[in-house]
Nanobody, 124 residues
Framework: QVQLVESGGGLVQAGGSLRLSCAASGRPFSIYTMGWFRQAPGKGREFVTFISTRTNTNYEDSVKGRSTISRDNAKNMVYLQMNSLKPEDTAVYYC??????????????????WGQGTQVTVSS
């Protein structure tokens, strides 16, 4: 079992920045691909980014160039730095952990453990 707790969400103006954090506990953190997904009101859960065990990364097109995912295995933490935020980034952001290979890690079903989410609201 892995427990994931997100933090760092909040209300920010368009063009601002936020750094989301995800703290993991339980099984060894370093073996998991870590992903971030988001869900806006009335929409399905959407892939944002992942970082593999070898620190390979992948970003959804709408956040590419504005976001950076990183991990600190010593601290069991994964981070999502988001810059130049837009109102359409407003959503609940979820951290996830999975053991599937990176080639399938852009879909929610590739992940076994999920956090409770943190709200990000971007005002125009």
């Amino acid at each position: 079992q892995v427990q994931l707790v997100e933090s760092g969400g909040g209300l920010v103006q368009a063009g601002g920045s936020l750094r989301l954090s995800c703290a993991a506990s339980g099984r060894p953190f370093s073996i998991y691909t870590m992903g971030w997904f988001r869900q806006a009101p009335g929409k399905g859960r959407e892939f944002v980014t992942f970082i593999s065990t070898r620190t390979n990364t992948n970003y959804e097109d709408s956040v590419k160039g504005r976001s950076t995912i990183s991990r600190d295995n010593a601290k069991n933490m994964v981070y999502l730095q988001m810059n130049s935020l837009k109102p359409e980034d407003t959503a609940v952001y979820y951290c996830a952990a999975g053991l599937r290979p990176p080639r399938v890690s852009t879909v929610a079903s590739a992940y076994d453990y999920w956090g409770q989410g943190t709200q990000v609201t971007v005002s125009s």
